[in-house]
């Protein structure tokens, strides 16, 4: 059976910092490019960033660009976010998922169940 299961997620004043993890099973792992999506109160779930199953290519959207940092660790299977100077307008549940390498929701096969992080201002 697969599984993604975020963790990390909270609540945080701005300008704090916030490590959020997604540990996978059920699947190959280390074959797969991951990805990390967010869907703020009353918004559209959005992409936040990508990373090829080599660790090699990241993509970031332009929204989180110079704070946010995506990893991976293959051998723990487990696939990071570092959000740090985060913002009010960062709150959201965050979802990561295992597919191809992209900003569509629709390149993604599996997918966590989310977790909250809260910004307050």
């Known amino acids: 059976q697969v599984q993604l299961v975020e963790s990390g997620g909270g609540s945080v004043q701005a300008g704090g910092t916030l490590r959020l993890s997604c540990a996978g099973s059920?699947?190959?792992?280390?074959?797969?490019?991951m990805g990390w999506f967010r869907r703020a109160p009353g918004k559209d779930r959005e992409f936040v960033v990508s990373?090829?199953?080599?660790?090699?290519?990241?993509t970031y959207a332009d929204a989180v660009k110079g704070r946010f940092t995506i990893s991976r660790d293959n051998a723990e299977n487990t696939l990071y976010l570092h959000m740090n100077s985060l913002k009010p307008e960062d709150t959201a549940i965050y979802y990561c998922a295992a597919g191809s390498a992209s900003e569509q929701e629709g390149s993604y096969k599996y997918w966590g169940q989310g977790t909250q992080v809260t910004v307050s201002s």
């Open positions: 990373i090829t199953w080599t660790g090699t290519i990241t």
């Open positions: 059920g699947y190959s792992f280390n074959t797969y490019s």
